[in-house]
């Protein structure tokens, strides 16, 4: 980068250095991709538009591991949103269903709408997606993950691939509700304004859905395990203060501030509760009671110290406006599950000049 802004907290932290406003100059700056530069790089096409390119389904067939009577396969493909493929209720998860577009297409995402009747039963959870060329050779998934129980849309986006079927192996029912699976319409979307990358160029890996929208991440050292949660709902940020937030974790083998203590220990504090602070115990798979900070705060910075005490500085829209309630320095005791103020720490200093409302984003998509 061109410029640097770095911002020196307070003097208890022994350091101390001038202000320094960020230049909009930043926003003008020039650069380059293997030589192209930026501004003659095409744009690709946004999320939204991948996710509109449904591929027609005329002429497609389905089949599938089993299914009740009634609730044949081929209601997955009829464009009924009343009708759904059941799978038989007396045979073992993993189920499959594979549909066969007839011809090759570059593919890039897939939307499953769970049954619509008013029944659960057979919401998929863990899953994977396949993609083949030839409905033998599968090779390894392209996504992979866990579906929320509900009965909104479900879509999972994936590296574009070539392929003529796609199949989708459920491994849970999202409910716990018993071994099957159900579907009422399958959708797969074109992608070939997103062709699959030169081999020469590297690849991604597969996608992971989660069942939550992942607001903040973490390691929990003791299993390894990929720690994610959301907010007060598993889409939504909006509700009752209190402590509470969605969770769930992915084995690879909130608006808060967010640092691991030097117990190792996930500590979350602010967001939705604006004062709470919560620990994630890795024994209990559980979260617990960290105390309250003393000040109510969301999107501020936190940094675990090298005594292993937790301080955290500034905020966003979580208890108020900074000018209403300053987010000034505090400082956490672990052991005691204490916070503290640091009244030589304001959070003046670090404050820009910038419009409320506008953000360094929003002024390039303006200028641009």
Known sequence: ??????????????????????????????????????????????????????????????????????????????GSADTFWLSDSVASLPQSIVVDMKTTHIVGNITLLPRQDGSSNGNIGQHQIFLSEDGT???????????FDRSQLQTTIFTPGSARYVKITSLSEAGNRGSFMSIAEVNVYDASDLPPSPATAGSWGLTVDFPLVPVSAAIEWSSGRLLVWSSFSW?????????????????????????????G?????????????????????????????????????????????????????????????????????????TWSPLPDCPVTPMLTSDPEGTSLISRFEAAN
């Open 235 to 263: 889409n939504d940020f909006n509700g009752p203060k209190g402590h509470q937030t969605v969770t769930s974790s992915y084995d690879p083998t909130t608006q808060l501030g967010l640092s691991m203590d030097a117990q």
């Open 265 to 337: 220990r996930i500590v979350a504090a602010g967001g939705n509760s604006d004062r709470g602070t919560s620990v994630y115990d890795s024994t209990a798979d559980d979260w617990v009671d960290g105390g309250d900070l003393i000040i109510p705060r969301g999107y501020q910075s936190q940094a675990t110290l090298s005594d292993g005490r937790l301080f955290t500085i500034g905020a966003s829209w979580s208890g108020g406006s900074s000018s209403d309630t300053p987010k000034n320095g505090e400082i956490y005791d672990s052991g005691s599950n």
């Open 137 to 147: 050779n599968w090779g390894s998934p392209v996504a992979i993950g866990t579906y």
């Open 1 to 78: 980068m061109q410029y640097l802004l770095l911002l020196i907290l307070c003097p208890v932290l022994s350091l101390a250095a001038p202000q320094v406003r960020p230049d909009s100059n930043v926003l003008a700056a020039s650069g380059s991709l293997d030589g192209v530069p930026l501004n003659q790089i095409p744009a690709k096409p946004a999320v939204a538009a991948v996710v509109a390119a449904a591929i027609p389904r005329d002429g497609w067939t389905v089949t599938c591991d089993s299914s009740q009577a009634g609730n044949d396969c081929s209601n997955a493909l009829d």
